[in-house]
């Protein structure tokens, strides 16, 4: 069991260093991006939200892929199991049960999870913090349609 903690522990780590490493490139280019004067507000926050969202899911995807090659490497999935099928299943929590770990390795999937929903967690609050900073710049520089109530 002790063995199962220190490998989920790690592939955790591993995730939450590649999320770190996203989430301050998302939030360099999204200030960069937030802080432009436009013409077009409304569509330059949506264009800033949706950016910041499709690099978060990428970030969400290879952190995926870290498991499944985790599984992979460990030999926790019965073999000829999708791999990154049965990564993604743990770790957004969706839980369908299809696949499950070989005995040995039957804390993998719920450490697995853990380690999603606590990523998840954090990239909402990325997309709240950069949605509150395009707000709040916009009110700043008078755009059309913002206001200092918007922040």
Known sequence: MAVQFL???????I???IHAIVTVGAIGIARAAGLRHTGRPR???MA?????????????????????LAYL???AAPIGSDLLYFAFVNYTTLGYGDITPVQA?????PMTAMNGILLFGWSTAVLFE?????LEH???IGAGGFSPADR
């Not at 390795?105 to 999937?109: C, F, P, S």
């Not at 950069?130 to 395009?134: A, F, I």
Request: charged share 10%.
């Open 73 to 75: 490497m460990l030999g």
């Open 7 to 13: 490998a989920g522990s790690f592939v955790s780590a």
């Open 138 to 140: 916009l009110a700043a």
């Open 43 to 45: 569509l330059h926050l």
């Open 130 to 134: 950069v949605l509150r900073k395009t």
């Open 15 to 17: 995730n939450i260093m």
């Open 105 to 109: 390795w039957r804390l993998t999937g």
């Open 48 to 68: 800033v939200m949706v950016a910041t969202a499709a690099v978060l899911m990428l970030a969400h995807t290879l952190e995926a892929l870290v498991w499944a």
